[in-house]
C-alpha cells in the first residue's frame, strides 16, 4: 500500500463477508449468557464501555442479546448514578485480572451494588447513543419489546448522565472531570502525560502487586510497569475515600477535563433526546444539557492558537498540548462550528496523523506520529483501535466529511483482514497487537460495515 490507506472501499466493504462471519463467531466465543466478555484471557468480566459498544454491533444479527447486555450492565449502576468501569464476574477465576475486587472493594461505598462487585471508578457514557443504536436495528416483529426496553433503561441513562454532570463537575465548568486515566478509556494516552507523570507514588506506599496482563500480552504493547504503578497508586487513593466523589475529588491528584469524554456525553445526550421522543417523555431537557456542553466544549476546550481541541488540567488550569485522538471527538457535536470542523479534518489529513510516503499506513493513529514518543505499538499510544475509528466515522459523516469517514472504514478493514480482530493494530504496517478475537474490534467492524453498505 503505497498511499494512507491504498485499498478501494468500495471492493474492500463488498469482499468482506468473511470477515463479518468471523466478526460474528467472536462476539459468540465471547458471549458468556449475560454479557460479552471484551476478550477471552486478557479482559474477563465485563466492562462498561465494551459493552456499549458489542451491543452496537450485535444488534445487526441479535437483537435481545443486544439489549441483554445493556441490561445487565445497568443492573450493577451504583445508587449514585455512576456506571462502573468493571462489574466483576464471580465465576472468573481470581487470579484472571489484576486489579481484582478484593483490590477495588467497591463494597466501601454506600452507593455501591451490594454483593455485586465492581471497581470504583467510571468509564465514557456512550451507553445512551448505544441504546439508540440497538433500537433502530430491532427487527420489525420486536419493535415493542424494544421500545418497553428503552423506556426500562431512560431512567438508568438519565442518571447515569446526571451523574456526571453533577458529582462530576464540582467547579461547575459544565463539563465532566476524570479522577483516574482509566475512566477516560484511553487510558494510557500522552494526552495528559504531564500531569500523569508528575504523580510520584511514595516509596513503600503500595504492597507488592503481579500484573496479569503481561502474563497475557506482550510487555511492549502493554502500559510502562512505572504507568501501572500510577495507576495502580490513584486506585487506592480513591478507595481510601470510598469512592465518595467530593473525597475523591479533593485528595485525586489526576482531575482532567477530556474533549472526547465530554464529546461522548454530549452525543449520548442528543441520542436521550431522541429516546424520550420515542418513550413520550420529554426530550427538552436532554436538548438543554447538549446545548450548555457545546458551549463549554467549545468555550473552554478549543485552544484556537493551537487549533485543537484539548484536555485540560484541572488542578494546574492548564490545557495539555499533545496532539493525540481526543483532540477529534468534538466531531461527535452535531452543532460545532464548519470552522472548527474544517480545522478537525486538515489535522486529520496531516502527516501527523495521515502521512502520504512509500509505505503502508493505516487510519487513525491514536497519537501525532511526528511526536518524539509515538509509540505505533503500545497501548493507546500510537496504535489505530477500532472504536476510535468508529467514533471519528460517525463525527465526520455527521459533518458530511464521506470521503475521510469511507477511508477510515477502508483502513478499519484492511487492518482486520490482515490481522484478524485484534485489540490495536499498528499504523505503519497493520500489525495486530493487544489481545486476540476482541470483541468491540468484531462489533464495530460489523457495524462500520453493514451501515456502510446500507448507508445506514
Ligand atoms: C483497557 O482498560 C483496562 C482497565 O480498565 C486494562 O487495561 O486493564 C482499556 O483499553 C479500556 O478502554 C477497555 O475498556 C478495557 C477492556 O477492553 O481495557
Known sequence: MSDPIGDDSAEALSTADDLLDTARDVLEANWTGRYTRPSQALYPHQWSWDSAFIAVGRAWHDAARARQELETLFEAQWTSGMVPSIVFDPTAPADAYFPGPEIWQSERSPAAPRGRPTSGITQPPIHARAALEVHRRAPPGQRAASLAWLARLYPRLVAQQRYLATARDPRGTGLAAIVHPWESGIDDSPAWDRDFHRIAVPAGDLPPYR????????????????????????????????????????????????????????????ALAEIAGLIGADPAPHRAAAGEIHEALVGKLWVSARQRFCAWDLRRDQREPEDTIVSFGPLLDPDLPPAIVAAICRELASPSFRPRGDGPHYLVPTYDERAADFDPERYWRGPVWLNTNWLVWHGLRQHGQVGLADEIVASSVALVRRSGFREYFDPLDGSGHGSDRFSWSAALFTDMVLANRSRA
Not at 490513584?234 to 479533593?250: F, H, K, P, Q, W
Open 211 to 270: 500484573r496479569r496482563d503481561l502474563d497475557r500480552a506482550a510487555a511492549a504493547d502493554r502500559p510502562t510497569d512505572a504507568d501501572y504503578e500510577r495507576f495502580i497508586y490513584l486506585l487506592a487513593l480513591e478507595r481510601e475515600a470510598d469512592y465518595d466523589d467530593a473525597r475523591v475529588i479533593a485528595a485525586s491528584p489526576f482531575l482532567m477535563v477530556d474533549p472526547l469524554f465530554n464529546a461522548i456525553r454530549l452525543w449520548s445526550e442528543h
